[in-house]
């Protein structure tokens, strides 16, 4: 399997912050990486896939970037909306697809 | 826009089978422009894809479960299911379905709201 880990594992913020999330494959995922956000007793929501590129209808203060085996998910000016849990995945490898152990954004 | 519904029991008895169904709308499977997809969260742990199938009924597993899940489509009634095998506490989590556009890769971009399965006698 290819291990993700993600760091770190909880983040304290303002709204107002600038707020990086790091995602780590223990292989080259070749940019094939997805990052979701999920709010409590909420179903997860897709942000960004390829790494970089936006779901539809995404804010543009959501960013990613990275390759090889180091990615990052950037909050630019964290919104009171933003506050929820983070997790990347790696769908470079079906077998299994994995996902971070999430980052929980908090006040 | 794909919507996705989870239905099944909460409660689940050990060593019993957890079986729970995802219906479809807004699509339909036998177009075969998706795969479909289990997902679950344990409380305090992160997401664990359990697998997939497509609509011709090729399925692929997480290799941790393969010797206990089967997911089944049924076109007729757009839904597919989950059987979950053997299981124990272990197994106690929210389960999602969830979405993949072929061509796309293999992100999920649509989840259902998700149900909680609790193993438990």
Known sequence: DIQMTQSPS???????????????????????LAW?????????????????????????????GGSGTEFTLTISSLQPD????Y????????????????????? | QVQLQESGPGLVKP????SLTCSVSGE????????????????GKGLE???????????NYNPSLQSRITISVDTSRNQFSL???SVTSADTAVYYCATVYLGDGDFFGSWGQGTLVTVSS
């Not at chain 1, 933003?82 to 849990?85: C, G, L, N």
């Not at chain 1, 490898?93 to 908090?106: D, I, L, M, Q, R």
Request: charged share 15%; hydrophobic share 30%.
């Open chain 1, 10 to 32: 909880t983040l304290s913020a303002f709204v107002g912050d600038r707020v990086t999330i790091t995602c780590r494959a223990s292989q080259n995922i070749n940019g094939y």
């Open chain 1, 36 to 64: 979701y956000q999920q709010k409590s007793g909420k179903a997860p929501k897709l942000l960004m896939y390829k790494a970089s590129t936006l779901h539809y209808g995404v804010p543009s203060r959501f960013s990613g």
């Open chain 1, 82 to 85: 933003d506050f929820a849990t």
């Open chain 1, 87 to 107: 997790y990347c995945q790696q769908y470079n490898n079906y077998s299994p697809f994995t996902f971070g152990g999430g980052t929980k954004v908090e006040f």
């Open chain 2, 15 to 18: 060593s019993q089978t957890l």
């Open chain 2, 28 to 43: 339909s499977i036998s177009r075969g422009n998706y795969h479909w997809n289990w997902i679950r969260l344990p409380a």
């Open chain 2, 49 to 59: 894809w359990l697998g997939r199938i497509y609509t011709t009924g090729s399925t």
């Open chain 2, 83 to 85: 059987a979950l095998s």
